[in-house]
C-alpha cells in the first residue's frame, strides 16, 4: 500500500472539494441573509402581557332614569335608586408583536324595580298623563366591545389608544297604573333594541413590578343618528397583583354613564343609568 498519495489524485481531490464548497456558498449566503431579514422580537413591557383573559363581576349602586314612548305620551319615572347589582364581565387582551393588540369586553347590566311612581306629563290639547301608586320596571343592557390598540412606550409605563366598535342591545319595560283625562286604567309597555356605534379608547399601565401593575382606562362609544342612538361612556382605574406567575387577580373602580334612545312609533324611550362601584376579576395571562 503507498505511502503517499499521487500528486495528481490530490489534485483533484481539491479540485472536487472547492467546487462543492462554490456549489454551496450561495445557498449559506442565502440563508444568511434570510435570517438577517427576520426581525427579532424584543419582549414586550412589564406591564403588557402576550394574551389575558379576565373574568370577574362589577358589582353597582345604579341610579336609573326612564321614560316611555306610550300612544298618550311619555311616561317618566325620574330618578330611581333600584339598589347594587353585580354584572358579570368578561375581558381578553392579546398582543401582536410588541406595541399593538386586540381588546375585547363585554357585561351584561339587568335589573328589576318595583316601586312607588307618580308623574305628570302634559298631552297639549290632549289633557295630562298622571301615573301613580306602584310600578315595574325592567331594564336589560348586553354591551360588547372589539378594538385595535396600539401602546407608546416600552418600559414600565405605557399609553395605550384604541379604536374599534361596540354593540349593544337595550330592552326596556314599565307596568304601571295610569290616568288620562280620568280614565284609570294600567299602562303596560315595553321597547327593545340594538346597534353598532363606533368606539374610541385610551389607557395607561405601569408595572412596579412584572407582578404587581396598575392601570387605568377610559372609553366612550357614540351614535347620533338611526332610530336607536346614545352614548356609552366607561372610566375605571385598578391594580393586578399576580401571586404565581400566570394567575392573579384584579381590583377595580369603575363609573359608567348609559344614554340610550329608541325611536317608536309615537314617541321616544330613554334609557339612562349611572353605575359606579367596585370591580373584581380572577385573570389568566400567558
Same mark, same amino acid.
Given at each position: 500500500?503507498?505511502?503517499?498519495?499521487? $500528486?495528481?489524485?490530490?489534485?483533484?481531490?481539491?479540485?472536487?472539494?472547492?467546487?462543492?464548497? /462554490? !456549489?454551496?456558498?450561495?445557498?449559506?449566503?442565502?440563508?444568511?441573509?434570510?435570517?438577517?431579514? *427576520?426581525?427579532?422580537?424584543?419582549?414586550?413591557?412589564?406591564?403588557?402581557?402576550?394574551?389575558?383573559?379576565?373574568?370577574?363581576?362589577?358589582?353597582?349602586?345604579?341610579?336609573?332614569?326612564?321614560?316611555?314612548?306610550?300612544?298618550?305620551?311619555? /311616561?317618566?319615572?325620574?330618578?330611581?335608586?333600584?339598589?347594587?347589582?353585580?354584572?358579570?364581565?368578561?375581558?381578553?387582551? $392579546?398582543?401582536?408583536?410588541?406595541?399593538?393588540?386586540?381588546?375585547?369586553? %363585554? %357585561?351584561?347590566?339587568?335589573?328589576?324595580?318595583?316601586?312607588?311612581?307618580?308623574?305628570?306629563?302634559?298631552?297639549?290639547?290632549?289633557?295630562?298623563?298622571?301615573?301613580?301608586?306602584?310600578?315595574?320596571?325592567?331594564?336589560?343592557?348586553?354591551?360588547?366591545? /372589539?378594538?385595535?390598540?396600539?401602546?407608546?412606550?416600552?418600559?414600565?409605563?405605557?399609553?395605550?389608544?384604541?379604536?374599534?366598535?361596540?354593540?349593544?342591545?337595550?330592552?326596556?319595560?314599565?307596568?304601571?297604573?295610569?290616568?288620562?283625562?280620568?280614565? !284609570?286604567?294600567?299602562?303596560? @309597555?315595553?321597547?327593545?333594541?340594538?346597534?353598532?356605534?363606533?368606539? $374610541? @379608547?385610551?389607557?395607561?399601565?405601569?408595572? !412596579?413590578?412584572?407582578?404587581?401593575?396598575?392601570?387605568?382606562?377610559?372609553?366612550?362609544?357614540?351614535?347620533?343618528?338611526?332610530?336607536?342612538?346614545?352614548?356609552?361612556?366607561?372610566?375605571?382605574?385598578?391594580? @393586578?397583583?399576580?401571586?404565581?406567575?400566570?394567575?392573579? *387577580? *384584579? /381590583?377595580?373602580?369603575?363609573?359608567?354613564? !348609559?344614554?340610550?334612545?329608541? @325611536?317608536?312609533?309615537?314617541?321616544?324611550?330613554?334609557?339612562?343609568?349611572?353605575?359606579?362601584?367596585?370591580?373584581?376579576?380572577?385573570?389568566?395571562?400567558?
Amino acid at each position: 500500500m503507498p505511502l503517499f498519495t499521487p $500528486l495528481h489524485r490530490r489534485t483533484r481531490s481539491r479540485d472536487r472539494f472547492l467546487l462543492s464548497s /462554490l !456549489i454551496h456558498q450561495p445557498a449559506l449566503l442565502g440563508a444568511g441573509m434570510l435570517l438577517a431579514a *427576520v426581525p427579532a422580537f424584543a419582549d414586550p413591557s412589564p406591564a403588557l402581557d402576550r394574551f389575558s383573559l379576565s373574568v370577574g363581576g362589577f358589582s353597582a349602586d345604579p341610579k336609573l332614569d326612564a321614560s316611555f314612548g306610550t300612544a298618550y305620551g311619555a /311616561l317618566q319615572t325620574g330618578d330611581v335608586k333600584p339598589g347594587r347589582v353585580t354584572m358579570p364581565r368578561i375581558s381578553a387582551d $392579546l398582543l401582536l408583536g410588541d406595541s399593538q393588540g386586540i381588546s375585547f369586553d %363585554y %357585561y351584561r347590566y339587568k335589573r328589576d324595580y318595583s316601586g312607588g311612581i307618580d308623574s305628570t306629563t302634559s298631552l297639549g290639547p290632549f289633557g295630562t298623563l298622571n301615573t301613580f301608586g306602584n310600578a315595574n320596571i325592567s331594564t336589560k343592557l348586553d354591551f360588547a366591545k /372589539l378594538s385595535y390598540k396600539w401602546w407608546i412606550g416600552s418600559g414600565n409605563t405605557v399609553f395605550g389608544l384604541g379604536a374599534g366598535a361596540a354593540y349593544y342591545r337595550a330592552t326596556l319595560g314599565t307596568t304601571a297604573l295610569a290616568s288620562v283625562n280620568g280614565q !284609570i286604567g294600567t299602562l303596560s @309597555e315595553s321597547s327593545s333594541g340594538s346597534t353598532v356605534a363606533p368606539l $374610541l @379608547e385610551i389607557g395607561v399601565r405601569h408595572a !412596579i413590578t412584572p407582578d404587581l401593575r396598575l392601570f387605568a382606562d377610559a372609553s366612550g362609544v357614540w351614535k347620533s343618528s338611526g332610530r336607536f342612538h346614545g352614548n356609552i361612556y366607561n372610566a375605571s382605574a385598578g391594580v @393586578e397583583w399576580f401571586p404565581v406567575k400566570n394567575i392573579g *387577580v *384584579v /381590583l377595580a373602580y369603575g363609573v359608567t354613564n !348609559i344614554d340610550l334612545t329608541r @325611536e317608536n312609533d309615537f314617541a321616544e324611550s330613554r334609557l339612562k343609568v349611572k353605575l359606579q362601584g367596585p370591580s373584581a376579576f380572577l385573570k389568566a395571562r400567558f
